[in-house]
C-alpha cells in the first residue's frame, strides 16, 4: 500500500495515549484498602461504550463522558460495597480520568510527530476532561477536539470527518490513530489513513489483549516513537 | 476590587496575541511591489466585523472565518487594482491569517501563564485557522477554543459562558484576555474576569491606539509578561 503522507494525526486517547487502567487501579487502591484495583477499573471502563450508546440512540440527550463516567461510577460502587462513599470523594474519584498518566513512548513520541503533523486529539472524552489530562500528563496537543464539538460520539461519521473539515483537508489527509481496531475500520471506511498503536496492557499486566491489529491499517507500531520512525520524523 | 484567581484564561487572538497588522502589510508588501501594505491590512480588517454581522443577523449561514476574510479580499483587490489576482495567489494571500506573527512577549509570557492557569483561545477566528497560527508562530495554547465550536460569534454569550460550561466553573473563574475593551466589556456583563493588555500598535505604528482601557477591568497589562507578574507567575 502506498501513502500520500497525511497533514494531520487524529488520536484516540483512553488506551491509545493514556493507561487508564494503571491510573484508575492504583487511584481506587490508595484509597479503598484491600480492593482489586485492577478488577475496579476495568469495570469502571467496561460501563463506557454502554453508557454512549445510550445517547447514541437518544435514550439519553447529550451526555459528557465526565457525567456518564459518574453514572457508571453510582452504579458501580454499590458492587463493591461502596454505596456509602461520600458525594465529595465520588466527584473526587470520579476526576480520576483528569489525572491519567500516559504511556511511557507518548511524550517524546508525540512531541517528534508535532514537529511533522498537526497532531489532535479525536476522543469521546470531554475536551475539559483533555485539556487537564494532557496538562497532567505534561504532553502537548496542537489542538483538543472531541465529540462534544461535534455532538456526536464515535464511531459516528461525523467526528472522523469532522476532523478533514476543520483542517480544510481531503479525509485521507488525515490519519486515525488509535490502539483499538473497531476506531481504525471506523475511520478507513470513510477514507482516512489508520496507524495502529500496541497497547498490550491496556486492560492489566495481567489480562494482555490482542494486538495484531489489521494488515489494512496504513501503519501499525509498537508505540508513538516507532509511529514517528515510520513516518520520518527526526529523533 | 478584590479578586478571587481564575483558574480558565480565555485569549483573544487577532490584535491581542498576533499583530496581524504586521503580517498582513508585510505580505501584501512583498507581493504587490509600491503597494500601501499598511492601508491594504487595515481595509481587509475593516470587513471583519461587519462580515461577522451578516452572520449573526442570519443573512449567511454559518460562515468560517477563512471564508470571510476571502469574501473581503475578493471585495478588497479591485479597490487596490488588483482584480486580475488568479486564483492560486488569492488562495496563498487569505492563508497569511495562518502565518501571523505574535507579539514579543507573547511566547515566554504565555508559556508563563500556562504554568499557572489553563490557557485557551477564544477567538472568533476558526479552529484551523488558529491551530496553524500557534504552529506557526511556535506558540503552545493547552485547548483552541472558537466561535466555531460554539457556533456563535464573539459576543454572543455562548462563547464566553461556553468556555466556563466547557471547564465546568463558574463564569468568574473564567478570564478573558483581550486588546479590546468592547470584547472584555461582553465578558462583564456575563460574570467573567476580565485583563486588558495594551496592544498600542495593532493597527500599525503610525496610527497608535488608545489603550487606556476602562477602570472596572480586573487586570490592565501592557503585555502578556505583566500579566503573568500580576498573576503571581514564576519568571
Given at each position: ?16 495515549v ?84 500516559v504511556w511511557p513512548d507518548v511524550a517524546r513520541g508525540l512531541a517528534r510527530l508535532r514537529s511533522r503533523?498537526?497532531c ?17 500528563a505534561g504532553i502537548q ?80 507500531a509498537v508505540g508513538f516513537n516507532d509511529l514517528a520512525d515510520?513516518l520520518?520524523c527526526t529523533r
Open positions: 500500500m502506498s501513502h500520500t503522507p497525511p497533514r494531520v494525526l487524529a488520536f484516540d486517547v483512553f488506551g491509545t493514556a493507561d487508564w487502567h494503571t491510573s484508575v487501579a492504583q487511584d481506587i487502591a490508595q484509597r479503598i484498602p484491600g480492593i482489586d484495583g485492577a478488577a475496579f477499573a476495568r469495570d469502571w471502563r467496561a460501563g463506557y461504550k454502554p453508557a454512549m450508546a445510550r445517547v447514541a440512540s437518544g435514550e439519553l440527550g447529550w451526555t459528557r463522558i465526565d457525567d456518564l463516567h459518574r453514572m457508571i461510577l453510582n452504579d458501580l460502587l454499590p458492587r463493591y460495597d461502596l454505596a456509602d462513599m461520600p458525594e465529595a470523594e465520588r466527584r473526587d474519584l470520579n476526576r480520576v480520568w483528569h489525572r491519567l498518566a503533523f498537526i489532535t486529539t479525536l476522543s469521546n472524552g470531554n475536551i475539559g476532561l483533555l485539556t487537564k489530562q494532557a496538562r497532567h496537543w496542537d489542538c483538543v477536539l472531541s465529540a462534544e464539538v461535534f455532538g456526536k460520539y464515535k464511531p459516528d461519521p461525523a467526528t472522523y470527518l469532522g476532523v478533514a473539515d476543520i483542517f480544510d483537508v481531503p479525509a485521507h489527509q488525515v490519519m486515525m490513530v488509535a490502539a483499538h481496531q473497531s476506531d481504525l475500520d471506523s475511520a478507513a471506511a470513510l477514507g482516512l489513513q489508520t496507524a495502529y498503536i500496541e497497547r498490550v496492557n491496556e486492560f492489566g499486566a495481567d489480562q494482555p489483549k490482542d494486538v495484531s491489529g489489521n494488515q489494512a491499517n496504513s501503519f501499525h515510520q520520518g
